[in-house]
């Protein structure tokens, strides 16, 4: 199955589960949002019924038909009062952690995109190396026959023919492990994107190095973008808030509650019918809530201290990793595109001329060699500049 990257960041946005989880954390936030909002509901008591009748009591005018001359009965409703913004400010304190849970999502995002686009790169790097090991078995199964043959006949001698199906069977062997390094990935890329497992990917667009040109003038920049754009920091910030509004709630928790009552009460008093109102609220003698608003005013000086380290790792993390993207673009910068065409001619050029025994089978291995060593610098240049520039990405927080 073929994919590009456009289309592997489109089926991991629509389909990854770690995503869609963080979502709906979000709507559970926002649904404690909701409930928040609620008052308390008024709690009615009813009680003092007796169960069997009186006679010893005055007469009493009948409740319902001949039924409730003898009985007596109490109720009562009662409501909660919230005083000192207890609601609102649970309220608030609701919306700020529903914030939280978005900034969340967006650090899960940031990791899993960056393992994403990693992944795709290393299938890209193995993609080639495989190219590569194939033509060069191809051609080398074709000298080994050709040498076979000529072995048989007595034109060479047993030694060459060895060290060529030794080679043969080396690039075989580095292959196999390639095609293993490769199913690895797979499983990788394959779980970000929810694809079956019986699925095979490969990449379908061009190996190439990021086409973006970066200097030191930007990284100024990113580093204030960073304190704005980047999620840990933007989550660190976030719990800030939720530490002072917490702050705000405890000291209103040292203002008590009001509960106002309406009772109701039949035969149980001088009166037949009585009504009265009752107003209750604790007595704050003991208990003035001085621990956990101790402990609330802790928690903000945490909070900025970890905000203050999240950006001072977000700094350190740019810089570090621009240096080593520029460190590799020098690199990059010595190896033009007529350099790699240049080395395939050269191969096809020495395998011609060792079929025609132009030149010895030392000349050539050696050159073999350094051919297999140059186009691999030239993919891990590539493969690193790609790492470095989506690693970039993930410091800043956005795609730049």
Request: glycine fraction near 4%; proline fraction near 2%.
């Given at each position: 199955?073929?994919?590009?990257?456009?289309?592997?960041?489109?089926?991991?946005?629509?389909?990854?589960?770690?995503?869609?989880?963080?979502?709906?954390?979000?709507?559970?936030?926002?649904?404690?949002?909701?409930?928040?909002?609620?008052?308390?509901?008024?709690?009615?008591?009813?009680?003092?019924?007796?169960?069997?009748?009186?006679?010893?009591?005055?007469?009493?005018?009948?409740?319902?038909?001949?039924?409730?001359?003898?009985?007596?009965?109490?109720?009562?409703?009662?409501?909660?009062?919230?005083?000192?913004?207890?609601?609102?400010?649970?309220?608030?304190?609701?919306?700020?952690?529903?914030?939280?849970?978005?900034?969340?999502?967006?650090?899960?995002?940031?990791?899993?995109?960056?393992?994403?686009?990693?992944?795709?790169?290393?299938?890209?790097y193995n993609q080639e190396q495989?190219?590569?090991?194939?033509?060069?078995?191809?051609?080398?199964?074709?000298?080994?026959?050709?040498?076979?043959?000529?072995?048989?006949?007595?034109?060479?001698?047993?030694?060459?023919?060895?060290?060529?199906?030794?080679?043969?069977?080396?690039?075989?062997?580095?292959?196999?492990?390639?095609?293993?390094?490769?199913?690895?990935?797979?499983?990788?890329?394959?779980?970000?994107?929810?694809?079956?497992?019986?699925?095979?990917?490969?990449?379908?667009?061009?190996?190439?190095?990021?086409?973006?040109?970066?200097?030191?003038?930007?990284?100024?920049?990113?580093?204030?973008?960073?304190?704005?754009?980047?999620?840990?920091?933007?989550?660190?910030?976030?719990?800030?808030k939720h530490a002072e509004k917490?702050?705000?709630?405890?000291?209103?928790?040292?203002?008590?509650?009001?509960?106002?009552?309406?009772?109701?009460?039949?035969?149980?008093?001088?009166?037949?019918?009585?009504?009265?109102?009752?107003?209750?609220?604790?007595?704050?003698?003991?208990?003035?809530?001085?621990?956990?608003?101790?402990?609330?005013?802790?928690?903000?000086?945490?909070?900025?201290?970890?905000?203050?380290?999240?950006?001072?790792?977000?700094?350190?993390?740019?810089?570090?990793?621009?240096?080593?993207?520029?460190?590799?673009?020098?690199?990059?910068?010595?190896?033009?595109?007529?350099?790699?065409?240049?080395?395939?001619?050269?191969?096809?050029?020495?395998?011609?001329?060792?079929?025609?025994?132009?030149?010895?089978?030392?000349?050539?291995?050696?050159?073999?060699?350094?051919?297999?060593?140059?186009?691999?610098?030239?993919?891990?240049?590539?493969?690193?500049?790609?790492?470095?520039?989506?690693?970039?990405?993930?410091?800043?927080?956005?795609?730049?």
């Open positions: 199955m073929k994919i590009t990257r456009e289309e592997a960041e489109a089926v991991f946005l629509a389909k990854n589960l770690d995503l869609i989880t963080q979502k709906l954390e979000i709507s559970q936030a926002e649904a404690r949002a909701v409930q928040a909002k609620y008052w308390p509901n008024p709690k009615l008591t009813v009680n003092e019924i007796n169960l069997w009748r009186t006679y010893d009591i005055e007469e009493q005018p009948a409740l319902i038909g001949n039924w409730g001359k003898n009985t007596q009965v109490s109720a009562e409703i009662e409501q909660v009062i919230q005083t000192a913004g207890k609601r609102r400010k649970n309220v608030e304190l609701q919306k700020i952690e529903v914030e939280g849970e978005k900034y969340e999502l967006q650090e899960v995002f940031r990791e899993l995109k960056k393992t994403l686009r990693n992944t795709i790169t290393e299938i890209l495989q190219k590569i090991y194939q033509g060069q078995i191809a051609s080398i199964e074709k000298l080994t026959k050709s040498y076979q043959n000529q072995l048989n006949l007595g034109n060479i001698s047993k030694a060459e023919y060895v060290r060529l199906k030794a080679q043969e069977i080396e690039f075989k062997k580095k292959l196999i492990s390639l095609k293993q390094e490769i199913e690895d990935q797979q499983v990788e890329l394959k779980a970000l994107l929810m694809i079956p497992a019986q699925s095979y990917l490969v990449i379908s667009d061009p190996f190439t190095m990021p086409e973006k040109q970066l200097s030191e003038l930007e990284l100024t920049q990113w580093l204030e973008k960073a304190k704005e754009n980047r999620p840990d920091i933007l989550m660190a910030k976030n719990k800030e917490n702050l705000e709630i405890q000291n209103a928790m040292k203002t008590p509650d009001v509960a106002v009552s309406l009772g109701y009460d039949r035969g149980g008093n001088i009166m037949k019918d009585f009504i009265g109102l009752g107003v209750s609220f604790d007595l704050p003698i003991f208990d003035r809530n001085k621990g956990n608003i101790q402990e609330a005013k802790l928690e903000i000086q945490k909070m900025k201290i970890e905000t203050r380290k999240n950006m001072l790792k977000s700094e350190n993390e740019i810089v570090s990793v621009f240096r080593n993207y520029i460190r590799t673009q020098e690199v990059s910068g010595e190896i033009d595109g007529a350099y790699e065409s240049t080395l395939d001619g050269l191969l096809v050029s020495h395998e011609k001329n060792f079929r025609l025994r132009n030149i010895s089978m030392l000349e050539y291995m050696d050159f073999l060699d350094a051919y297999i060593n140059n186009k691999m610098i030239i993919l891990d240049t590539k493969k690193e500049l790609n790492q470095y520039y989506e690693n970039l990405q993930y410091v800043v927080g956005q795609d730049l």
